[in-house]
């Protein structure tokens, strides 16, 4: 099943469930082994992978110690900076410096060997 924007909540964390729970069989891991690794309950592994409610912490752990927990990258990217905004906050900051930089100097500045 692919996650598209028809599918209900309900069925996302069913698939959702349902792959966790072959991530964990593909490792050769019981429940009560997951639960043990990710230090959650064998019933909140349970409850992960029958798409019942359950809080995201639990989720990450058992993502993490299932060696999975890199795909939350992919799931939700660090967002970049788009170019052209980088450009207006430049011109913003050169504009100022250049404001700042205009006094004359107070008094001419000499080597001091003059004397």
């Not at 100097?105 to 003059?114: I, L, N, V």
Request: aromatic share 4%; net charge positive; hydrophobic share 40%.
């Amino acid at each position: 099943m692919r996650f598209t924007n028809l599918l209900t909540d309900a069925a996302v964390i069913t698939e959702m469930g349902h792959r966790l729970a072959a991530a964990r069989l593909e490792r050769q891991m019981t429940q009560a082994q997951l639960a043990y690794a990710a230090g959650v309950s064998k019933r909140t592994v349970e409850r992960l992978e029958d798409g019942a409610s359950t809080q995201l912490s639990n989720l990450i752990r058992c993502l993490r110690a299932l060696g999975l927990l890199q795909g939350l990258e992919r799931l939700l990217p660090e967002a970049q900076t788009n170019p052209v905004e980088l450009l207006k906050r430049r011109g913003r900051t050169r504009a100022r410096s250049r404001v700042r930089n205009v006094a004359a100097p107070a008094t001419q500045w000499s080597w001091g060997d003059d004397k």
